[in-house]
């Protein structure tokens, strides 16, 4: 197999001729909803990019050459938009977003036939052509739709026969709490080949996991040919805990894998990056440390890189997964760290991580304005993806509130699709409702002039739902709360805003989205973060 050169230029000249092609009319629809993909569908060439966590066109080529760099990635964006902001317009029977249920969810875009999947825990995996409409393809607990009949009883739990040398590496646990699946997988494609990178733990709770692997033909599968790559059952002392894999490629094209959880924190470990080891760490050991473990869990990693600032994000999810989840981002020049908060805080070495560092995405809220009047909580565990127009989307998986006023959750993980923004200070913020199609574009003052229902996003790790007030924004650039002086905000660009509120600055952006919330139409939205690291979201009322 011969690598090919990676070149940017040429990655830009692909995004071009998309650009040219959709102008011609020459985009994918939906054929369940009409809706545009989310991908690329123009000229299908050789060098097109296939490579982890990056949306790429449809490979119609037989050659096993496989392009192994950043490709989207790689493609610089402006950050902010040039074209003035339009509201999404689609009826609320069009909005199906958050309707499947996907557990830590990974996504992957097949480029064989375009479609985005997401893969999670349990097995559980839901497809969809544009990132709004999603399909649930295989539900909790249904292995053989990935893995084949053949099975294997260990412990009186029927388990996937391919997987077996992990499962009796590992022993998972029976009774009250039995571990009966696979945790986090993420599946990647090298040379026509699908790879499903996977966990398996022997309790809640344990820090004795293992991560392996298995491949197929096809992205759903079956999949076989077990390969373990790194197990921490019955180890001693402080030691990372082998689960939660992710898979990313640097702007070098050198190959990493995330993983690790509260125990020890989150470390990464690189991996061949060609050849028949592909995929396979590079050394012995954990590799190096991330993100340090603290009393509160510190899990699901998710790498992704953004060429336009030069940044790679280091994603993970704080807290209880019923209660109090909350996501968390950290940046680097390096792929391998240090990642630094807001505050320069470097996570591999401070304390207190489940409370106090790292920059915040969400956690959980309330919308008064919603119906029926429940929030949503236990935001997390999410992947990232890059679009060929240069969105980029978070995905992640949320429960609900169960009534107004209560500390608790239900049991359903709906997924859920946002898009992600950067602030002009390089942070990413998270559009405060599901995608539903929109795009950024720039606004005018008197646009942004309008009340607000402001959400303050609680801090640390707390099960609290925080509820959104009124605040009045005004053309002339202050802001008041109940009459009052509350502070002030400008705009910058027609994009970027910054809101002072109080002694705390918050950095963010002005964004269209679909109110999900009860009004089910188009509205203006802030999203933002503060120099602290705190979270600001706004939509503005009817």
Same mark, same amino acid.
């Given at each position: 197999?011969?690598?090919?050169?990676?070149?940017?230029?040429?990655?830009?000249?692909?995004?071009?001729?998309?650009?040219?092609?959709?102008?011609?009319?020459?985009?994918?629809?939906?054929?369940?909803?009409?809706?545009?993909?989310?991908?690329?569908?123009?000229?299908?060439?050789?060098?097109?990019?296939?490579?982890?966590?990056?949306?790429?066109?449809?490979?119609?080529?037989?050659?096993?050459?496989?392009?192994?760099?950043?490709?989207?990635?790689?493609?610089?964006?402006?950050?902010?938009?040039?074209?003035?902001?339009?509201?999404?317009?689609?009826?609320?029977?069009?909005?199906?977003?958050?309707?499947?249920?996907?557990?830590?969810?990974?996504?992957?875009?097949?480029?064989?036939?375009?479609?985005?999947?997401?893969?999670?825990?349990?097995?559980?995996?839901?497809?969809?052509?544009?990132?709004?409409?999603?399909?649930?393809?295989?539900?909790?607990?249904?292995?053989?739709?990935?893995?084949?009949?053949?099975?294997?009883?260990?412990?009186?739990?029927?388990?996937?026969?391919?997987?077996?040398?992990?499962?009796?590496?590992?022993?998972?646990?029976?009774?009250?709490?039995?571990?009966?699946?696979?945790?986090?997988?993420?599946?990647?494609?090298?040379?026509?080949?699908?790879?499903?990178?996977?966990?398996?733990?022997?309790?809640?709770?344990?820090?004795?996991?293992?991560?392996?692997?298995?491949?197929?033909?096809?992205?759903?599968?079956?999949?076989?040919?077990? *390969?373990? +790559?790194?197990? @921490?059952? &019955?180890?001693?002392?402080? $030691?990372?805990?082998? %689960?939660?894999?992710?898979? =990313?490629?640097?702007?070098?094209?050198?190959?990493?894998?995330?993983?690790?959880?509260?125990?020890?924190?989150?470390?990464?470990?690189?991996?061949?990056?060609?050849?028949?080891?592909?995929?396979?760490?590079?050394?012995?050991?954990?590799?190096?440390?991330?993100?340090?473990?603290?009393?509160?869990?510190?899990?699901?990693?998710?790498?992704?890189?953004?060429?336009?600032?030069?940044?790679?994000?280091?994603?993970?999810?704080?807290?209880?997964?019923?209660?109090?989840?909350?996501?968390?981002?950290?940046?680097?020049?390096?792929?391998?760290?240090?990642?630094?908060?807001?505050?320069? *805080?470097? +996570?591999?070495? @401070?304390? &207190?991580?489940?409370?106090? $560092?790292?920059?915040? %995405?969400?956690?959980?809220? =309330?919308?008064?304005?919603?119906?029926?009047?429940?929030?949503?909580?236990?935001?997390?565990?999410?992947?990232?993806?890059?679009?060929?127009?240069?969105?980029?989307?978070?995905?992640?998986?949320?429960?609900?509130?169960?009534?107004?006023?209560?500390?608790?959750?239900?049991?359903?993980?709906?997924?859920?699709?946002?898009?992600?923004?950067?602030?002009?200070?390089?942070?990413?913020?998270?559009?405060?409702?599901?995608?539903?199609?929109?795009?950024?574009?720039?606004?005018?003052?008197?646009?942004?002039?309008?009340?607000?229902?402001?959400?303050?996003?609680?801090?640390?790790?707390?099960?609290?739902?925080?509820? @959104?007030?009124?605040?009045?924004?005004?053309?002339?650039?202050?802001?008041?709360?109940?009459?009052?002086?509350?502070?002030?905000?400008?705009?910058?660009?027609?994009?970027?805003?910054?809101?002072?509120?109080?002694?705390?600055?918050?950095?963010?952006?002005?964004?269209?989205?679909?109110?999900?919330?009860?009004?089910?139409?188009?509205?203006?939205?802030?999203?933002?973060?503060?120099?602290?690291?705190?979270?600001?979201?706004?939509?503005?009322?009817?």
């Amino acid at each position: 197999m011969k690598r090919k050169p990676f070149c940017i230029a040429l990655a830009a000249l692909f995004c071009l001729s998309f650009a040219a092609m959709t102008a011609c009319g020459e985009t994918d629809k939906d054929e369940n909803n009409g809706d545009t993909s989310g991908s690329t569908s123009g000229s299908q060439t050789p060098d097109t990019p296939s490579t982890p966590n990056t949306p790429s066109t449809p490979d119609t080529s037989t050659t096993e050459d496989t392009w192994h760099n950043e490709g989207l990635w790689l493609s610089k964006t402006p950050l902010a938009p040039t074209e003035a902001l339009s509201l999404p317009t689609k009826d609320s029977t069009s909005w199906v977003n958050g309707e499947v249920a996907v557990h830590d969810p990974s996504i992957f875009q097949d480029p064989k036939n375009k479609m985005y999947y997401v893969f999670g825990t349990h097995y559980a995996v839901a497809s969809s052509r544009n990132l709004i409409k999603w399909t649930q393809e295989v539900r909790d607990g249904e292995w053989e739709e990935l893995y084949g009949s053949s099975s294997v009883t260990i412990s009186g739990v029927r388990w996937p026969e391919a997987i077996k040398d992990t499962v009796e590496l590992v022993s998972p646990t029976v009774g009250k709490d039995t571990i009966n699946s696979t945790w986090a997988p993420d599946v990647e494609t090298y040379n026509g080949k699908y790879y499903m990178y996977y966990s398996v733990t022997k309790a809640f709770g344990s820090s004795e996991s293992a991560i392996a692997r298995v491949e197929a033909d096809s992205v759903m599968g079956p999949y076989s040919n077990n *390969t373990i +790559l790194l197990d @921490s059952v &019955g180890e001693t002392g402080t $030691h990372p805990n082998c %689960i939660d894999p992710e898979l =990313f490629y640097d702007k070098e094209g050198k190959l990493w894998m995330v993983y690790g959880s509260h125990f020890a924190g989150v470390y990464i470990k690189e991996l061949y990056n060609e050849g028949e080891k592909w995929g396979l760490p590079k050394e012995e050991g954990w590799g190096k440390l991330l993100w340090k473990g603290g009393s509160q869990v510190v899990e699901g990693p998710f790498v992704f890189y953004n060429a336009t600032n030069d940044y790679y994000y280091l994603m993970t999810t704080y807290g209880a997964l019923m209660e109090t989840y909350n996501m968390r981002v950290a940046r680097s020049k390096n792929p391998d760290g240090p990642y630094v908060d807001a505050e320069g *805080t470097d +996570l591999a070495t @401070s304390s &207190g991580n489940g409370t106090e $560092h790292g920059v915040q %995405i969400a956690s959980n809220y =309330f919308f008064e304005h919603s119906d029926p009047a429940v929030g949503y909580g236990a935001l997390g565990h999410n992947s990232v993806i890059k679009d060929a127009d240069g969105r980029y989307f978070v995905v992640y998986h949320t429960r609900r509130q169960e009534g107004v006023g209560a500390d608790s959750v239900t049991d359903g993980h709906n997924l859920r699709v946002s898009q992600l923004y950067f602030n002009k200070e390089g942070w990413p913020v998270m559009a405060p409702s599901g995608y539903d199609g929109e795009s950024a574009g720039t606004v005018t003052a008197d646009k942004v002039a309008a009340t607000y229902e402001v959400v303050l996003h609680t801090y640390g790790t707390q099960i609290a739902f925080k509820s @959104s007030e009124d605040y009045v924004f005004t053309a002339d650039g202050k802001v008041t709360k109940g009459g009052a002086d509350a502070g002030t905000w400008t705009l910058e660009s027609g994009f970027y805003i910054d809101i002072v509120l109080g002694q705390e600055t918050y950095h963010g952006v002005v964004a269209p989205v679909w109110d999900m919330y009860g009004n089910l139409k188009g509205t203006v939205s802030l999203t933002a973060t503060s120099d602290k690291g705190h979270t600001l979201w706004a939509m503005a009322k009817a």
